[in-house]
């Protein structure tokens, strides 16, 4: 499987892998504003979104509290339906997600 270009972009050097690894997978890329980090994932298509931000959180926020207080957005549109699998909601190899704060907070 070759990795899509907009996976690389300034991307960890570690994958985080979802799945069994029987199945076949695809590489989808997390960015998070709030610490400025992106994450490559490697998982199969049928992934619930809300999957997907959990493990990503847990990768790039350790310190986040609640999972509840997040949102993902793919293509500048929120996920609204976050049991859909990746690929309902829109994604498919080379997607990027952003995963952001749902409110708003000041900067000081």
């Known amino acids: 499987m070759s990795t899509p270009f907009t ?3 300034r991307s960890r050097p570690d994958v985080l892998r979802l799945g069994t690894g029987a199945e076949p997978l695809i590489t989808v890329r997390v960015q998070v504003p709030e610490v400025w980090d992106t ?3 490697d998982l199969p298509a049928d992934t619930p979104v809300y999957t997907l931000k959990e493990r990503a959180l ?3 926020m350790p310190d ?3 999972a509840e207080d997040f949102l993902m957005k793919i293509g500048g549109w929120e996920v609204l339906n976050e049991n859909a699998s990746v ?3 829109g994604g498919k190899s080379g997607s990027i997600f952003v995963l952001t704060g749902r409110r708003r ?3 000081r």
């Open 87 to 89: 690929t309902e909601a």
């Open 105 to 107: 907070r000041p900067v």
């Open 7 to 9: 996976a690389a972009l």
């Open 39 to 41: 994450l490559r994932v």
């Open 64 to 66: 986040a509290p609640y």
């Open 58 to 60: 847990e990768v790039l």
